[in-house]
C-alpha cells in the first residue's frame, strides 16, 4: 500500500531559542516564537518535529511541555566535536528558523560570540536548507572578519525579519541580493496570566517594578563599564531607590529580576544588585525567582508603574498595558522603541547620570504623558504582529 503523502513528517529546525533560559528575555522569545509558530502548524494536516539546537552546555532540559498531538519537540545538543554530525542531522530538516538569541548576531559582545553563533547558521547554508532569520537585531558589525560573514549570511538567507529599521539599514548595506522586512519583537505576543499574583501583589498603593540589571551594575561581563554607559549605574539605582524611600506611603517598591545565575560572581545576573540595594533599603520587596517568562509577565502585568534595564522585563510590561520607563544601553533599545513611536526612555549611553535620575523621576510623576504615548505604539505593536503572522502563514505553506 502507497503512504499517503500527507503522513510525511516535516522537520524544523531551531537555533538561538533557549526554553530554559535563566536570562528570562531570551526564553521569552522562545515561547512567543513557539506560541505563534504552533498556532499556524495546528491549522494544517501534517505532523511537524521541531528541533531545539544548541551548544553542550545549554539549559534545555525540558521542552515537552509544547508537545501536542501533532507537534513533537525535541533537543539536539551538538559541540565542537560533532560538527560532522551536525551537518547531517540539518540535511533532515526542511527548513531552519534562528533568532540568535534576539541580539547577538552582532560583534558588540566579542568576536567570540559572534562567531560561535554564526557557524551555526553558515552550517545550514552549506546544508542547503531554507534558513529564515527571526525578527531581531542586526549589528553593529565593526571587524570586517564580521561584516564578510554576516553579508555571507545575509545574502543567501531565504528570509530576513528584522525588529526596528535600523537593524534593517544596517542589514541592507550589505546586501547584494535579498531584502529586510521590519516588523517587530515577537515577545510582545507572549501570554501570561493577569491573576496568578493576585495574593501577594496588594494594591492599597501604586506598585512600582524596578528591574535593575546585574550586568550593567557588574559594569559588563568585563566590570569595566563595557558597553560605554555615560550613565554611572549603580549611583542611578541608589538614587531611584533613595527617591522612593522619602515616598513609601504612597509606594509599593518591587525589585523584579530578568536575568540569573546560581554563580554570585556572575556578571549576568540580577540577583547582584537586588541584594545590595534590599540591604540598604527595606522597605522594598523582593519579587520571586521566576521559573518561566510566563510567571515573570504575570508578575509585572500587576505593577502599576515599571522601568526596567532588561529589554524584554520592560516588552513585558509594555504589553501588559503597564506605564513603562526602559532604560536604554544598546542599539537593540533605541530601535524597538523608537518603532513604536514611544519617547520616553532613559539612555544609558548617551544621558548623564543625574539627567537620567531627574528624567526617571519626571516620568513617574507624569504618568498621563507615558500612557497617552503607550496607547498609541499598542496599535503599532498589533498591526506589526499581525504583518509577521501572515508571513508566517505563507512560509510555512511552502513546507512539504
Known sequence: MLCDVNTKKVNIGLFGLNANASNLGCAALSYSFIGLLTDELETREKDYEITFYDSDNANLTNVSMFNSEKIHFRIYRYSKKKIKELFYKLREEDMVFDFTAGDSFTDYYGLDRFVKR????TLVIIARKPLVLGPQTYGPFESIISKVWARFIFNRASHIFARDVASQKR???LLVRNTVDVVTDVAFSL???????????????????????GLLYSGGYTKDNQFGLTVNYKEYCK???EYFSSRQKQYNIWLIPH???????????????IDALLSKYRFA????????PIEAKSFISKMDIFTGARMHATIAAFSAGVITIPF??????????????YPYCIHGKSDQTEEAIKKTIEYIENVDCLRNAQEKSLKIINDKMSHFKNDIKLIVSKLT
Not at 204 to 210: A, E, F, Q, R
Not at 285 to 292: D, E, I, R
Not at 328 to 341: A, C, I, P, R
Open 171 to 173: 542589514t541592507e548595506a
Open 285 to 292: 520587596m523582593a519579587a520571586p525567582n521566576f521559573s518561566t
Open 239 to 241: 538614587e531611584i531607590m
Open 118 to 121: 554564526t557557524f551555526c547558521k
Open 328 to 341: 536604554s544601553y544598546s542599539v537593540k533599545f533605541e530601535g524597538l522603541y523608537n518603532e513604536l513611536d
Open 259 to 273: 536575568a540569573t545565575s546560581k554563580d554570585k560572581d556572575f556578571p549576568d545576573n540580577d540577583l547582584i544588585p
Open 191 to 213: 501570554k501570561y496570566d493577569r491573576q496568578m499574583y493576585t495574593k501577594l501583589v496588594c494594591n492599597n498603593k501604586i506598585n512600582v517594578g524596578l528591574n535593575f540589571s
